[in-house]
């Protein structure tokens, strides 16, 4: 059996810009009667899986040309196209391609950092603790936006690779923080989000993309007096109030009683998935 893989003098139609991409056009013969299958399998062996520093998007056959079914023999036009990732990239990690974004997380925080009362003829401002807008019903508190790291890892794998125990190893991580260090990022402060993966071709490789966001830990948090020694980036923290007298500005007060920190998230183990 025997496979010749040439590139096409029409190979090579690129484009540059947000939405880059690059073909590279190949003709293939066969002389024992491989399928398209394994014609397919053959380019992804042996054509690069990355063209310019956009990874490999696709693998189609583009043409079949001719197929002598009694001796066997085949010629046919298989299209590579690569492509660059939605927002660009940047190779990072050995074999892989790191997109990323900050910010766009929000949360309700009802503890203010500072705050600075004002009243009418220069009297004492109540001292809520910290509270931000607080009421006889409750602490209402305001939504802000928090440091938010989204960040995306694309990489190949080989089809051999993605194995039913693979595939079921990243749904069980979906959904979970990090259990130990891992790239630089502290215990609990990434989220995995999931993974898009899509076969470039029958028995071909596998197009990943990993889907990560992550917070930092924050340490030694004053909750109007109390001190919150961890919290752990995707941990949640509340706090409750309790109504207390003011005596400076004769007043009754929703003032932090007491602060939680609670584990929302389970933990896995990301290396079963991605080195660390």
Known sequence: MAITITESVNSRNSSRGPSAFAELVYHVSTDAGEDEGTVLGAIQTDTPTSYDGM?????????????????GNGL?????RYEQPQGGGLLDFTGELLTWATGGGRERRRQAISTTGY??????????GGAINPSESGVEGVDVVVPTFR??????????????????????LTGKTNHAIWRGFGIGDVLFLGCNARQLGQN???????EFEARPTLVNIDIGGINVAEKRGHDYLWVTYLSQKDTTADRIVQKPDAAYVSQVYYAGDYTTVLPA
Request: a negative charge; proline letters at 3%.
């Open 119 to 128: 009243v009418a003829g220069g009297g004492t401002a109540p001292d809520y």
């Open 204 to 210: 071909a490789n596998w197009a990943m993309q990993f």
């Open 76 to 80: 046919y036009r298989v299209r590579c």
């Open 151 to 172: 960040f995306t890892i694309n990489k190949q794998m080989a089809n051999a690779d993605v194995t039913s125990a693979f595939q079921q190893a990243v749904y069980d």
């Open 55 to 71: 990874p490999l998007a696709a693998v189609d056959m583009d043409e079949v040309l001719n197929v002598d079914t009694v001796a």
